[in-house]
């Protein structure tokens, strides 16, 4: 303790003293502490300086604060400090400086009422707290619900979200919140929307249920337990709601300033609808019942709009508009009711005026007869054993029994619809779990606390039990699982205070009792209470000034209760007869709410009242006994049973507990008052959580923490490998007193403080090494300062002392000189001063004395006349002083009295509590005191010795000052000397003077002859000059003009590009858009098959169920193309309308009805967008007919440029052929020298290349040919009506759009295919298409010129080979003597060893080339890497078939009849092996199936194929390539019925088989890859043109000639698309838990993160730890991704999308979990993620995908890690800010700056003032609200056309795929 004192009770030290105004002030230590001091000195925080009295006895030291580190932690119990003024304050800097509402207490969740609206609730916020562990994000009201969700699904427990506080905290919110989020999350198991109805319940129950008070605009009078059941899939079924005390009292009374229930209000203000008109209603201030609070409007609701959402929710939950009207019309006749004025006949007795209208209405709204109830209202019914008496009743009973009879029909309305409400929320399906929410009133204390507030604070009181038990319990679960000794925490338990409420003759059972007494009241109740409890219960009193009051201690505080109203409220009284009357009323609904009525209606049987015979004698019946015996239960014991349901339902749960404070009571915006707060925080529980922690080891680390956090207070001899040891090594060095923590299994525990000693060690280690290391720098950065100084000055010096020498001699040559001048003149000039001097004294002397003798005089009487003043004002000052100390001493001695007893109380109190605690508290104080007093001595010796210096000083000054004086006499010697000389100059000045006359007449002579000589010198000099300004003027002229002219130009120039690129990018995202629109509704369309597949496959089975031995089976229709194959098999119509039946009939009406809604209006949009495509048509026809003319033109010059230049390219090619061919001819010669013949190996190896090289030559012509008849068919393309199905037709990619008509035309192309599967293409003007013309010719000339030069380097090279003959000769034999293994190595490496040397000769030639040549170089050696290895493959496969020939030939020649000629296939003539060759050569890329094998197809080519097994081995798109071959087949054979099954039977197999494994990615990526090559197919072999011209001439023949299937293309693509968007939920899925580990969590960078000390929620609060991502795992997953999808034969367009995607989701994710994680926002984390995001893109380019757009999509996560690492305080860094984050919102970027916590005490907080500032600089911004991005977002997906050069002749089908029955034709 004496250690800890020292460290902790020092000056500079913050504490918290107690203040009344805000509890608690914070002030600093100016001195230290010591164990004698009686008071501690400190400094407030506004400068004052204090002395806080310590208690002479306790020695009680204030409350220290916590480091600034640990401020607005998420979790209180993270502070080091836990106690009261700690937790206060971390509230509040929450509150106020960062907007944050929500704190964890432990296992409670403090919600703040901020009485805003905050955008915190949305969607994405659901999103982003769905599936996250508890203590990964901030503090929130979703987090709750997810743990609760959680460990539902985890623990198979039902679980209870317990939400409490005053009414105005927020309760009501935060459970409609919590439900919320349960049905966002969970979903529904059925299609009826039970969700909704949950939620829909809510507006209901606020309607009838809640109201205005001072305290809350929409506060819950009645308090509420909802349990949402849940299946075995954890997704909602149905709810039950259970309702508890509703005040009645308030529809007939509210107070000032409060309104009666929202209903009433809210049906008032609807009272002009038509359907309200029979209700008679007006405004609320026409009726009692709603007017009494006089404030009937509350500011910012719409009554009427209030009113429609509650009818909608009533119809949701399934009660019709009779049903609502009825309850409208019970409503409305209460108000009437109320209205109904009642006058006195006489005293006792009361009467109604007849034809009351209000009262008339009331009779006909619910159907009773007027005199009936006039009757009874007056009156009531006596009955004795033998007669009955009918007694009037006095005005003010009547008046009672008017209201009673309101209260009595509304509560009965109410547990009616709570009834429905229920029955609604019901479900057949049996509930696996659930999820409680109760949302319930707080502790309540006003100036009358009447049986409500009993009953509620009763309530509190269990809860509070119930509370503390649970924290009791967790806290010591946790010390035994960690295996720490502990012992029994004290924690106050409330027990007494309930079994003074309910126990045994307690005040529950004295009141039922009081109530069935006869002559029962309040006043006997109270004195029962008073005999019973007053001396035996020390929680119960009597109040002072009161015999009808009683006071009881609760838990929160003392509350005092008013007997009056007591006995009645329990009974809950009505009159039987009113009953009797409306029970025969005609108003069905109103009889349905009082059919139970034969239940008693009170709980005698009787009516007290005053006067007349009171007691009832009779018998009755049976049927009545019974009831009568089950209604005799009073509303307290109701209340009672219903409590302790309650209570075992909590504790059959896992509780969840939240609690709403209310910050102010005046309803500002985040505006704190600190006394509100700390009452609401001692009523709650919050401060006794803290309590319990406190009393144990609130600070808990793991071992490794610890050592991250606390290795800088190791050396490194403490380290070692077992980091457990090393903790406990560490801690028993720096901590002495054991009992200060303790060691669990795998965290350390501590108690409160001990963190705060460790920081405050650890900062100081840290100070030190940063002093070090600044030492050392500085020392050096001096001593380096100081030799180069030196070194100058040396330099300087040198040349300073001779310079010095040389201005010595001749100041001495001067000086003799000038001392004769100066004696004279100065003698001179010192007579002539003096003279002056002397007449001006003698002037100012007279001046002088005269004025000095006036002012004498007036000081004289001035101070006459003061004295007199004085003297009476001193008179007057010594009685106002007088008067003054006598009130000081009266007060002085009031306080001293009063400071005396205070003292005298404390005393007493002091002696009540624990002496031992405070003797261990105060252990070793002396030591500190006397330590802190030596301290003193030594600072008053050290101010001794400064003293004596700074006299020493002065001495020296003194000494210095007489020293000067000497100095200044000999300078004044040496200045009369210098007069002397002076006079001496006078003679030398006259002869110096004759000689200057002299010289001047010399020098005017020659003035005169130089101004001649300058006069014409200037003129001419003029001339010249007025020349040279005129042609200066002009050419300035000429230049302004053409800066004009060029400025007026490029001004024309930026503006027109501006335009341009606006327009364009306007285009881009309208084009954008309208993919998006057309993508999301075709997921939406795919949603609802789903559904109707699930629902199909739900009627099958239970179908198969009811009746064994009969299985349906389902259409397998798809309604995705049922717009294009509607007319397929009539069967699987036929069918599928039975199927549609059977689940219309088994679906649920509300579900049926919004799918009919919906299939009507998507028919209505199908009508309208087929009338414009009509529309567009016949604009098109017109247009197409003005431009024809003109196209042809074009179009024929065109043809004519295009047919010269395929000349001239043919010409090329045949020279090309031409040297080809000698240069065959020569090697086939030096191959005869040089090898031998023809045969030889070495020929063949060298042929080979040739052939090889000249294939190559073959393919550049090709891919030159098919480049120029590509630019002219896409000149041809835009003039020509086609069939699109993609918007990739029109143009391949919007970026490759180099102007804006050209997106304009695919803009409308994308929506024109977004309305109808054939599109039109609007034409283009003459003059764009001329001005492509003119484009296209200089393309063609560029590439002219690029093929020429390509020419000549390949004859270059084809000489190099002629020149080189004989060496490669010799080369290839060495080679062909290798192992084929090591011969590609070999080739590989000669060749590398030519190239080497062709690169040194090229580099000593010409070196700026070679770098070019490197380059070529590399990329030839690659080209040849890959060519050696198919030559390799193919000389392989060329032996095996001439094997496979020479077997052949020998059968041949042995006489047989019949030889295979391939696998699986026999020949049956001897001559069949000979036509092989022309067969294989005529083959026609068909396949050929019978209709009867299409199921098999499908089976083995799809369903079973596997992309993990078979598929690996295939060629890529295989599938897709056979599936067309058999398409080409039945298109050849014109068999319609065969085209349309197959492509029918692949779709919906395609589908099936992502359903089926949908969540496997290769399967996705395999069948994506593949839909998107088969599109491709269809597109390629359609015979458009804008499609063949990408083919070969042999491939055109392959066309489709019989069927347009350009609609079946449309079903393809949008089939693409739901597999694109399959694959990026896939990947998200794969992706998703790795991300925030591998981005935010993971150190990549060790060490430079801290770890903060943490409260009770961590990583592992919610579920076990799954295991840690790095960023690696992130790019492997990625890797493995692209690897995948390369292999599968992904289109490299659509591989780029996908990267795209995957990349805006982990941008999107990460910062998303930052805006909610206040521990992640710091320096060291920007640093993190700033390397996270680099690693990322150098795999970009790795990949070669860094022009995708993937890196744009980090953008804000990028700015956003900026944002943590800039300077945050002055305003240069507020603007670089907003400049820097453009890419972030305002909501965003002030979120980060709120949530920025510093890691370090070195590191600064960012200000509430720089926030401000930011805001004010981004309020111009337009842009979102929302804060999180969205991580549900997918890019619209485009397919641009990418051929495929494969032939189709050659594919072969391998037999693994098990396709024998297939034919190649």
């Known amino acids: 303790m004496n250690r800890e004192l020292e460290f902790m009770f020092v000056q500079s030290a913050r504490v918290w003293i107690p203040d009344a105004e805000e509890v608690w002030k914070s002030a600093e230590l100016t001195k230290d502490y010591k164990n004698d001091d009686a008071s501690l000195h400190l400094m407030l925080e506004d400068g004052t300086t204090i002395d806080h009295k310590l208690d002479p006895k306790t020695k009680n030291l204030p409350y220290l604060r916590n480091p600034d580190i640990l401020v607005g932690e998420n979790d209180l119990t993270a502070l080091s400090y836990l106690h009261e003024p700690a937790v206060l304050h971390n509230l509040k800097v929450r509150f106020i400086d960062s907007k944050l509402i929500y704190t964890y207490c432990g296992i409670v969740l403090v919600a703040i009422n901020p009485y805003e609206t905050l955008p915190i609730y949305g969607t994405d916020i659901i999103n982003a707290y769905s599936g996250q562990n508890m203590g990964d994000m901030d503090p929130h009201i979703f987090a709750v619900a997810e743990e609760a969700y959680k460990q539902m699904a985890r623990d198979e427990r039902n679980q209870s979200i317990i939400v409490s506080g005053e009414s105005g905290a927020g309760k009501t919110v935060s459970a409609k919140y919590a439900m919320r989020y349960f049905a966002t999350v969970s979903g529904s198991a059925s299609e009826a929307n039970v969700e909704e109805k949950v939620l829909a319940s809510n507006p209901i129950m606020e309607a009838i249920g809640n109201a205005k008070t001072t305290r809350n605009d929409n506060s819950s009078r009645f308090g509420k337990y909802i349990e949402i059941g849940f299946d075995n899939r954890y997704r909602i079924i149905g709810a039950n709601m259970r309702t508890y005390l509703l005040e009645k009292s308030r529809v007939v009374f509210q107070a000032d300033e409060e309104r009666n229930y929202h209903i009433f209000y809210q049906l008032c203000a609807s009272a002009n609808q038509p359907e309200f008109k029979n209700l008679r209603l007006s405004t609320a201030n026409d009726f009692l019942y709603t007017r009494q609070g006089r404030s009937p409007v509350i500011e910012g609701v719409d009554d009427a709009k209030e009113l429609r959402t509650t009818r909608h929710a009533f119809t949701l939950l399934g009660i019709n508009e009779s049903y609502q009207i009825g309850l409208f019309q019970v409503l409305a006749a209460i108000l009437h009711l109320g209205n109904v004025e009642i006058k006195d006949r006489d005293s006792d007795s009361s009467i109604i005026a007849p034809n009351n209208r209000h009262l008339t209405a009331f009779c006909e709204l619910v159907g009773v007869t007027y005199q009936d109830m006039s009757q009874w209202l007056c009156h009531r019914k006596l009955k004795t054993a033998t007669e009955t008496y009918i007694k009037p009743l006095p005005r003010l009973q009547a008046t009672n029994a008017r209201d009673a009879l309101s209260k009595h029909i509304y509560a009965k309305l109410f547990n009616w619809i709570v009834e429905h409400v229920n029955k609604a929320l019901v479900t057949n399906v049996k509930q696996h779990s659930f999820i409680g929410v109760l949302d319930i009133y707080g502790f309540e204390t006003f100036e009358i606390n009447s049986f409500e507030q009993f009953c509620i604070n009763y309530a509190n009181e269990k809860l509070q039990q119930q509370f503390n038990m649970h924290v009791f319990k967790l806290e010591q ?456 007093q030596r301290k003193i001595d030594e600072q008053n010796k050290d101010n001794r010795v400064i003293s004596e210096r700074l006299v020493s000083l002065e001495s020296s000054y003194a000494t210095e000052s007489e020293r000067m004086r000497g100095e200044l006499g000999r300078l004044r010697g040496v200045e009369e000397d210098a007069k002397n000389k002076a006079n001496q100059v006078s003679s030398l000045l006259e002869e110096l003077e004759k000689l200057r006359k002299e010289l001047s007449v010399t020098q005017q002579e020659k003035k005169t002859i130089e101004d001649w000589a300058q006069k014409y010198r200037d003129e001419m000099e003029k001339m010249v000059s007025e020349l040279k300004d005129q042609n200066g003027l002009l050419k300035k002229e000429k230049d302004d003009l053409n800066r004009m002219i060029q400025e007026q130009s490029q001004q024309m120039t930026e503006k027109m590009t501006r335009a341009i690129a606006q327009e364009t990018q306007q285009l881009e995202t309208d084009l954008n858009e309208e993919r998006s629109r057309y993508q999301n509704l075709l997921t939406e369309h795919l949603r609802l098959e789903e559904k109707y597949d699930d629902l199909k496959e739900e009627l099958a089975h239970s179908t198969s169920v009811s009746k064994p031995g009969h299985r349906r089976t389902d259409s397998t229709h798809s309604s995705n193309e049922s717009e294009y194959t509607y007319n397929s098999e009539y069967a699987e119509l036929e069918d599928g309308s039975r199927v549609g039946e059977d689940v219309t009939r088994g679906m649920d009406t509300s579900l049926t009805l919004k799918l009919q809604k919906r299939v009507t209006e998507l028919e209505q949009e199908k009508q309208s967008l087929r009338n414009e495509l009509e529309n567009r048509e016949e604009q098109f026809q017109r247009a197409r007919a003005r431009d024809d003319a003109q196209f042809r033109k074009a179009r024929g010059a065109e043809l004519e440029y295009e047919s010269l230049k395929r000349q001239e390219l043919e010409s090329e090619n045949k020279k090309l052929r031409h040297d080809l061919a000698e240069m065959r001819q020569s090697l086939l010669g030096s191959a005869a020298a040089g090898a031998g013949a023809p045969g030889s190996p070495a020929y063949k190896v060298l042929l080979d290349q040739l052939n090889a090289s000249c294939e190559e030559l073959e393919v550049r012509k090709e891919e030159v040919l098919i480049l120029r008849s590509q630019l002219v068919s896409q000149k041809e393309a835009l003039h020509h009506k086609e069939t699109m199905t993609e918007p990739s037709v029109f143009a391949q990619d919007v970026n490759k759009l180099k102007d804006a008509d050209e997106l304009k035309q695919a803009y409308v192309g994308v929506k024109d295919t977004n309305r109808s599967p054939r599109s039109v293409r609007p034409a283009l003007e003459v003059s764009d298409l001329l001005s492509r013309l003119r484009l296209l010719e200089q393309q063609l000339q560029a590439q002219r010129r690029t093929y020429d030069s390509e020419v000549e380097s390949l004859r270059g090279e084809l000489q190099n080979v002629k020149e080189e003959n004989n060496r490669q000769q010799q080369l290839l034999a060495q080679n062909l003597q290798l192992p084929p293994e090591a011969r590609i190595e070999a080739s590989l490496q000669h060749e590398i060893t030519r190239l080497t040397n062709e690169n040194l000769e090229l580099m000593a030639d010409d070196p700026t080339a070679s770098r070019e040549a490197r380059v070529i170089i590399l990329r030839r050696m690659v080209d040849l890497m890959e060519q050696l290895e198919k030559q390799d493959r193919t000389i392989r496969k060329l032996k095996k078939q001439l094997k496979v020939y020479s077997k052949r030939i020998g059968e041949m020649g042995a006489g047989q009849t019949e030889g295979q000629t391939s696998p699986g296939q026999m020949v049956e003539e001897p001559i069949h092996p000979v036509n092989i060759p022309r067969r294989e050569k005529d083959f026609q890329g068909m396949l050929e199936y019978k209709k009867e094998d299409e199921m098999k197809l499908v089976k083995n080519l799809i369903l079973e194929l596997k992309p993990r097994g078979v598929a690996v081995n295939l060629i890529p798109g295989l599938p897709a390539y056979i599936l067309f071959m058999c398409l080409r087949h039945a298109d050849y054979v014109n068999d319609d019925q065969k085209v349309r099954t197959l492509l029918t039977s692949t779709i919906n197999s395609i589908k099936k088989i992502l359903k089926k494994r949908g969540d496997d990615f290769e399967t996705v990526s395999f069948w994506l890859a593949n839909t998107c090559r088969f599109l491709h197919c269809l597109k390629q ?114 591989i780029k999308q996908v990267v795209k995607q995957l990349f805006y989701i982990i941008g999107a994710v990460t910062l998303n979990n930052l805006l909610l994680r206040k521990d992640m926002c710091s320096w060291s984390k920007g640093m993190q993620i700033r390397y996270n995001v680099s690693q990322l893109e150098e795999w970009l380019r790795d990949k070669g995908l860094m022009n995708c757009g993937a890196k744009e999509t980090l953008e804000p996560l990028i700015q956003a890690a900026q944002l943590l690492q800039v300077k945050k305080k002055t305003d240069e860094d507020a603007e670089a800010i907003c400049s820097m984050c453009h890419a972030l919102t305002t909501a965003q970027i002030v979120k980060v700056l709120n949530l920025y916590t510093p890691v370090n005490e070195f590191e600064e907080r960012v200000s509430v003032a720089f926030i401000r500032t930011i805001q004010t600089r981004l309020r111009d911004r337009c842009e979102s609200p929302q804060l999180l991005m969205d991580t549900k977002m997918i890019y619209p997906v485009t397919f641009p056309f990418n051929p495929s050069s494969l032939a189709l002749e050659t594919i072969q089908i391998p037999t693994s795929l098990n396709l024998s029955f297939l034919t190649r034709v």
Request: hydrophobic share 35%; proline share 3%; charged share 30%.
């Open 477 to 932: 679960e946790e010390y035994m699982k960690e295996q720490i000794p502990w012992t029994l925490i004290d924690f106050y338990d409330n027990q007494p205070c309930i079994n003074l409420i309910e126990a045994k003759m307690g005040i529950l059972d004295l009141l039922d009792e009081e109530c069935k007494m006869p002559k029962g009241s309040d006043d006997s109740w109270a004195q029962k209470l008073y005999n019973t409890h007053l001396k035996t219960c020390s929680l119960f009193e009597k109040p002072r000034m009161s015999n009808r009051a009683f006071i009881i201690q609760h838990f929160a505080d003392k509350v005092e209760y008013q007997c009056e109203g007591f006995l009645e409220k329990n009974k809950d009284t009505v009159n039987e007869e009113q009953i009797h009357v409306l029970k025969a009323s005609k108003f069905d609904l109103l009889v349905e709410l009082f059919q139970d009525e034969e239940k008693a209606t009170t709980p005698t049987g009787q009516v007290p009242g005053t006067g007349g015979r009171t007691r009832l004698s009779i018998k009755p019946d049976k049927g009545r006994d019974t009831s009568s015996k089950e209604h005799k239960k009073t509303v307290g014991c109701q209340f009672r049973n219903s409590l302790q349901m309650l209570m075992e339902t909590l504790n059959a749960t896992t509780p969840h507990y939240v609690r709403c404070i209310k910050p102010n009571d005046f309803k500002l915006a985040f505006s704190f008052d600190p006394k509100r707060a700390v009452q609401q925080l001692r009523a709650c529980g919050v401060l006794e959580t803290i309590r319990i922690s406190a009393a144990g080891f609130p600070s808990r680390w793991t071992y490794q923490e610890f050592f991250s956090r606390y290795r800088v207070l190791m050396k490194q001899k403490d380290v070692l490998p077992d980091k457990k040891l090393t903790c406990k090594n560490v801690l028993e060095k720096l901590v002495q007193d054991q009992d200060k923590y303790q060691f669990g299994k795998t965290k350390i525990f501590f108690r409160a403080g001990q963190v705060a000693y460790l920081e405050k060690l650890r900062a100081d280690k840290l100070r030190a090494a940063c002093i070090r290391i600044q030492k050392t720098i500085r020392c050096w950065l001096a001593r380096k300062k100081y030799l180069r100084q030196r070194s100058a000055a040396i330099t300087i010096q040198r040349f300073t002392r001779g310079h010095q020498a040389r201005c010595l001699a001749k100041f001495l040559r001067r000086t003799q000189a000038a001392t004769t001048i100066q004696k004279y003149q100065r003698m001179c000039a010192e007579r002539k001063r003096f003279r002056q001097k002397q007449a001006a004294a003698l002037a100012m002397q007279t001046i002088l004395r005269a004025y000095m003798a006036r002012q004498k005089y007036q000081a004289l009487l001035r101070e006459h006349k003061a004295v007199t003043i004085q003297k009476h004002v001193r008179g007057w000052l010594a009685r106002c002083w007088y008067k003054r100390c006598l009130e000081a001493i009266v007060y002085l001695q009031c306080c001293i009295r009063r400071m005396r007893a205070k003292r005298e109380l404390k005393k007493l109190k002091i002696e009540a509590r624990s002496v031992e605690h405070f003797k261990k508290l105060n252990k070793g104080m002396e030591n500190k005191i006397m330590q802190l």
């Open 1581 to 1694: 072999y359609s015979g458009d043109e804008a499609f063949m011209k990408h083919n070969t001439s042999r491939q055109n023949e392959h066309c489709l000639s019989n069927f347009d299937l350009a609609e079946y293309r449309q079903v393809i693509s949008d089939l693409a698309i739901q597999i694109y968007q399959q694959l990026v939920k896939c990947m998200e899925n794969i992706l998703q838990p790795m991300i925030v580990s591998g981005m935010l969590e993971h150190e990549t960078i060790q060490g430079v993160s801290g770890v903060k000390p943490t409260g009770l929620r961590k990583r592992t609060s919610s579920i076990a730890d799954e295991g840690t991502y790095t960023l690696d795992s992130i790019l492997r997953q990625l890797s493995a991704f692209h690897s995948t999808m390369c292999q599968h034969g992904t289109d490299p367009e659509l």
